[in-house]
C-alpha cells in the first residue's frame, strides 16, 4: 500500500527566501509522484509530476521537486518565494502499479509568505 | 488550460434529504472521474472512481448505497448523497481524467447537513 507523508503542516517564509515543503512517500512498486497546489475557492492545480526518467522535475510557477528513491522523498523547492505562492500545497501518490489515475494525497503544507 | 466544474458550489440540506452534486469537464470528455472528499483542514481522500457507461468503484469504507455516482456523459458526473446527515458535511471535490497522466480537479462543493 502507498502513502504520503507531508512534513509541517505549516510553513512560512520571506518573500525571497528559499521555499521548502517536505513529502515522504511509502510505496511498494515505483512511484508516480505529484505535487498540487489550492488556492482558495479553486480547484487543485498540477504543480509538476514524477513519473520515470530525470528525477529533477521542473514545474510551474518556478518550481521544482527531486525524486529521490534512497529516501523516499519528493521534496518541492523554489528558489525565491513571491507573495502569490501563499497557497496549500499537496503532495500526491497515485495507487497500485498501473495508472489507475487514484491518487492519496498528504495532509497538506499550508505556505505562508510574508512580506 | 482544461476546465472542470462543480454545482453547486455550496449547499444547505437538511437531514434526511438528497442533495446531488454535478461535476463537468467543460473542453474535454473524460471516460473517468474520480470523487474526493476533504474534511476542514485536512487531505482529499478518495472516494469512488467513476467511469463512463459503467458502475462506479468505490474505495474501501465508502458507502454505495450512500453515495450513488453516475457517469453517464463523457463530460458528466454526478454525486448523489442519499439521506443526509451532519455527518456528511464536508467538501467534495471531483477530478477528471484528461490523458495518461493529466488530471484536472473541480473547484469542490461544500455541503453542509442541519
Known amino acids: 500500500a502507498q502513502s504520503v507523508t507531508q512534513l509541517g503542516s505549516h510553513v512560512s517564509v520571506s518573500e525571497g527566501a528559499l521555499v521548502l515543503l517536505r513529502c515522504n512517500y511509502s510505496?511498494?512498486?515505483?512511484?508516480?509522484l505529484f505535487w498540487y497546489v489550492q488556492y482558495p475557492n479553486q480547484g487543485l492545480q498540477l504543480l509538476l509530476k514524477y513519473t520515470t526518467g530525470a528525477t529533477l522535475v521542473k514545474g510551474i510557477n518556478g518550481f521544482e521537486a527531486e525524486f529521490k528513491k534512497s529516501e523516499t522523498s519528493f521534496h518541492l523547492t523554489k528558489p525565491s518565494a513571491h507573495m502569490s505562492d501563499a497557497a496549500e500545497y499537496f503532495c500526491a501518490v497515485e495507487m497500485g502499479s498501473s495508472n489507475t489515475g487514484k491518487l492519496i494525497f498528504g495532509q497538506g503544507t499550508t505556505l505562508q509568505v510574508k512580506p | 488550460g482544461a476546465v472542470v466544474s462543480q454545482h453547486p458550489s455550496w449547499v444547505i440540506c437538511k437531514s434526511g434529504t438528497s442533495v446531488k452534486i454535478e461535476c463537468r469537464s467543460l473542453d474535454f470528455q473524460a471516460t473517468t472521474m474520480f470523487w474526493y472528499r476533504q474534511f476542514p483542514k485536512q487531505s482529499l481522500m478518495l472516494m469512488a472512481t467513476?467511469?463512463?457507461?459503467?458502475?462506479?468503484?468505490?474505495e474501501q469504507g465508502v458507502e454505495k448505497d450512500k453515495f450513488l455516482i453516475n457517469h453517464a456523459s463523457l463530460t458528466l458526473s454526478t454525486l448523489t448523497v442519499t439521506s443526509a446527515h451532519p455527518e456528511d458535511s464536508s467538501f467534495y471535490i471531483c477530478?477528471?481524467?484528461?490523458?495518461?497522466?493529466?488530471?484536472?480537479f473541480g473547484p469542490g462543493t461544500r455541503l453542509t447537513v442541519t
Open positions: 467513476s467511469n463512463e457507461g459503467s458502475k462506479a468503484t468505490y
Open positions: 510505496s511498494s512498486v515505483p512511484p508516480y
Open positions: 477530478s477528471a481524467r484528461a490523458g495518461v497522466y493529466e488530471q484536472y
